[in-house]
């Protein structure tokens, strides 16, 4: 497929220009090498612009990832599976606020892992087999249309899907198209392997749509399986087809198993992210103030992420000031910064397909200085953090469950030098009530199927995030009574070393205080 890519895209881009005699690719949804070139820099970490003199990753599907490597993916997916086995993914679909009103589009997280497409509305089959390739790939995409594209602009279309994405075979999107083939290829297969939704619930009639869809069902647009079938028997065909198999396998375990050790690529792509947050993070820092609206810092941080490139914010900021920071999950954003608070930030962006996630706390005060108190239990958390992440290798053998143990006992110690006097299970159950961290990839709480007593492996990469929340009672030591505070990085894990990914953001004392302060 890469070589077939790289025979197809066109000359007439000027750093392409002695690429002459190559065929063009179809034009697709989404930006390719040969229509954004800005976005497929070959130095991706730099961010090299090729109008500027930089080379083009003409091998790249998506920005920072090979065409080769989404290849490999459904290879290694394959090869993991029994002889006989198919494969059925559905793509995501276009959500709405309200009526015809849209979200932003996000891909299915295994649809955009195995595929790299970013149009909705997809479906994927693999289907193993003797062939040299191992596997027949038929995707299921929306054809071109001219009438949509003067609302919507283009699509890959069936085509695109061959050239592009590498498919054997393409076919409309079509309900009847799409049941038809998936009735043929399932009934030939000993092991189907797909994600059926977590409640099936009985179709009423619908005025929705005319007729049935197999993408409704096994991804609905709601959470609901009401509407979106007009005959009860249909329904019940396709639950039969895809559910009544005692040879119906977990799709999502088998790709978490593989999406759990990221690749080089996915690294180098997932730093950038970390750094793009990390200097949103030091914006924030700068503009943190008594007076400024939480929401305003927000903004900010939003703001910085943008402009380097980011798409979307990978989750609901948390901008925790003063006694809100003692809700972990505090995203109304909606107070005022005091002159001798913290703030507690808990934001990151997704960069290219994968997730940042980093937390800072950060006063709020005049002079961007802690008080005693305030400084005294960051550093306790700060010495946790980094104390974790010493341990987070694959040649010490700890698991994430292991490293949360570790990270209660290093947080009970830090306390009681502080003099809190600690009962049974008052770390865990009232001062730090959350885990330690999780998973981290292309989503935010990757790999879920991934259990937390699975030791670190090279290529993991998780979140540390000791907190400590102090409740404004007699039980506990005055001076930190109402004190909310989390210090968070990511991780990716190496054998006998790591990377914080997240290194950008400043956590040490001295580099806040002097941020905050205007110092630096």
Same mark, same amino acid.
């Given at each position: 497929?890469?070589?077939?890519?790289? +025979?197809?895209?066109?000359?007439? =881009?000027?750093?392409?220009?002695?690429?002459?005699?190559?065929?063009?690719?179809?034009?697709?949804?989404?930006?390719?090498?040969?229509?954004?070139?800005?976005?497929?820099?070959?130095?991706? +970490?730099?961010?090299?612009?090729?109008?500027?003199?930089?080379?083009?990753?003409?091998?790249?599907?998506?920005?920072?990832?090979?065409?080769?490597?989404?290849?490999?993916?459904?290879?290694?997916?394959? @090869?993991?599976?029994?002889?006989?086995? !198919?494969?059925?993914?559905?793509?995501?679909?276009?959500?709405?606020?309200?009526? $015809?009103?849209?979200?932003?589009?996000?891909?299915?997280? $295994?649809?955009?892992? /195995?595929?790299?497409?970013?149009?909705?509305?997809?479906?994927?089959?693999?289907?193993?087999?003797?062939?040299?390739?191992?596997?027949?790939?038929?995707?299921?995409?929306?054809?071109?249309?001219?009438?949509?594209?003067?609302?919507?602009?283009?699509?890959?279309?069936?085509?695109?899907?061959?050239?592009?994405?590498?498919?054997?075979?393409?076919?409309?999107?079509?309900?009847?198209?799409?049941?038809?083939?998936?009735?043929?290829?399932?009934?030939?297969?000993?092991? #189907?392997?797909?994600?059926?939704?977590?409640?099936?619930?009985?179709?009423?009639?619908?005025?929705?749509?005319? *007729?049935?869809?197999?993408?409704?069902? #096994?991804?609905?647009?709601?959470?609901?399986?009401?509407?979106?079938?007009?005959?009860?028997?249909?329904?019940?065909?396709?639950?039969? /087809?895809?559910? @009544?198999?005692?040879?119906?396998?977990? #799709?999502? *375990?088998?790709?978490?198993?593989?999406?759990?050790?990221?690749?080089?690529?996915?690294?180098?792509?997932?730093?950038?992210?970390?750094?793009?947050?990390?200097?949103?993070?030091?914006? !924030?820092?700068?503009?943190? +103030?008594?007076?400024?609206?939480?929401?305003?810092?927000?903004?900010?941080?939003?703001?910085?992420?943008?402009?380097?490139?980011?798409?979307?914010?990978?989750?609901?900021?948390?901008?925790?000031?003063? +006694?809100?920071?003692?809700?972990?999950?505090?995203?109304?954003?909606?107070?005022?910064?005091?002159?001798? @608070?913290?703030?507690? =930030?808990?934001?990151?962006?997704?960069?290219?397909?994968?997730?940042?996630?980093?937390?800072?706390?950060?006063?709020?005060?005049? @002079?961007?200085?802690?008080?005693?108190?305030?400084?005294?239990?960051?550093?306790? #958390?700060?010495?946790?953090?980094?104390?974790?992440?010493? /341990?987070?290798?694959?040649?010490?053998?700890?698991?994430?469950?292991?490293?949360?143990?570790?990270? =209660?006992?290093?947080?009970?110690?830090?306390?009681?030098?502080?003099?809190?006097?600690?009962?049974?299970?008052?770390?865990?159950?009232?001062?730090?009530?959350?885990?330690?961290?999780?998973?981290?990839?292309?989503?935010?709480?990757?790999?879920?199927?991934?259990?937390?007593?699975?030791?670190?492996?090279?290529?993991?990469?998780?979140?540390?995030?000791?907190?400590?929340?102090?409740?404004?009672?007699?039980?506990?030591?005055?001076?930190?009574?109402?004190?909310?505070?989390?210090?968070?990085?990511?991780?990716?894990?190496?054998?006998?070393? $790591? !990377?914080?990914?997240?290194?950008?953001?400043?956590?040490?004392?001295?580099?806040?205080?002097?941020?905050?302060?205007?110092?630096?």
């Amino acid at each position: 497929m890469q070589r077939m890519l790289l +025979r197809a895209w066109p000359s007439r =881009v000027r750093c392409l220009a002695t690429k002459a005699a190559h065929e063009s690719l179809p034009v697709c949804g989404q930006p390719l090498p040969h229509t954004h070139p800005h976005l497929f820099p070959k130095d991706f +970490r730099r961010g090299t612009d090729p109008a500027t003199g930089g080379d083009v990753a003409l091998d790249h599907l998506t920005p920072g990832i090979p065409a080769s490597e989404y290849e490999q993916r459904r290879q290694s997916l394959m @090869d993991r599976l029994p002889e006989n086995s !198919v494969v059925v993914l559905m793509g995501g679909r276009t959500k709405y606020m309200s009526r $015809n009103i849209f979200y932003k589009f996000r891909q299915e997280s $295994n649809f955009w892992y /195995l595929t790299g497409m970013q149009e909705p509305d997809a479906a994927l089959v693999l289907e193993k087999n003797s062939s040299q390739r191992g596997y027949k790939m038929t995707m299921f995409v929306e054809p071109c249309q001219a009438h949509k594209e003067v609302w919507d602009g283009p699509t890959c279309g069936l085509e695109g899907a061959e050239r592009i994405f590498g498919a054997n075979e393409a076919l409309s999107n079509d309900p009847a198209i799409m049941l038809q083939y998936l009735k043929s290829s399932v009934s030939r297969c000993d092991h #189907l392997y797909v994600d059926l939704p977590t409640q099936v619930t009985v179709p009423r009639q619908s005025l929705r749509s005319p *007729r049935f869809s197999i993408h409704d069902f #096994l991804a609905p647009p709601s959470p609901t399986g009401f509407d979106l079938f007009v005959r009860k028997t249909d329904f019940d065909n396709v639950v039969k /087809l895809l559910s @009544d198999r005692r040879n119906t396998h977990s #799709l999502q *375990r088998e790709l978490d198993q593989l999406r759990s050790r990221k690749s080089e690529n996915e690294i180098k792509v997932m730093r950038q992210a970390g750094a793009i947050s990390g200097e949103a993070m030091t914006q !924030v820092m700068r503009a943190a +103030r008594p007076g400024l609206p939480e929401a305003e810092a927000q903004a900010v941080f939003e703001y910085e992420c943008a402009r380097r490139g980011a798409e979307r914010q990978a989750y609901v900021p948390v901008f925790a000031s003063g +006694r809100n920071a003692l809700m972990i999950h505090y995203v109304r954003n909606d107070n005022l910064m005091g002159p001798n @608070d913290v703030m507690s =930030v808990d934001a990151g962006c997704e960069f290219r397909g994968y997730a940042s996630d980093i937390t800072r706390t950060m006063p709020t005060s005049q @002079d961007g200085r802690f008080t005693g108190p305030q400084r005294d239990l960051y550093e306790a #958390l700060l010495r946790t953090l980094k104390g974790c992440t010493q /341990l987070a290798t694959a040649r010490q053998g700890y698991s994430l469950s292991e490293l949360h143990r570790r990270s =209660v006992e290093m947080l009970s110690a830090e306390l009681r030098d502080l003099g809190f006097q600690l009962g049974f299970g008052t770390v865990e159950r009232v001062l730090y009530p959350h885990y330690i961290g999780h998973w981290l990839g292309i989503d935010l709480h990757d790999t879920s199927t991934v259990e937390r007593s699975t030791r670190l492996q090279e290529g993991m990469v998780l979140t540390i995030e000791p907190g400590l929340y102090v409740p404004d009672e007699p039980a506990y030591p005055k001076a930190f009574r109402g004190l909310g505070m989390r210090v968070e990085d990511d991780v990716a894990v190496g054998y006998a070393d $790591n !990377v914080v990914l997240s290194a950008e953001a400043p956590k040490e004392v001295a580099d806040i205080e002097a941020v905050c302060g205007g110092r630096i």
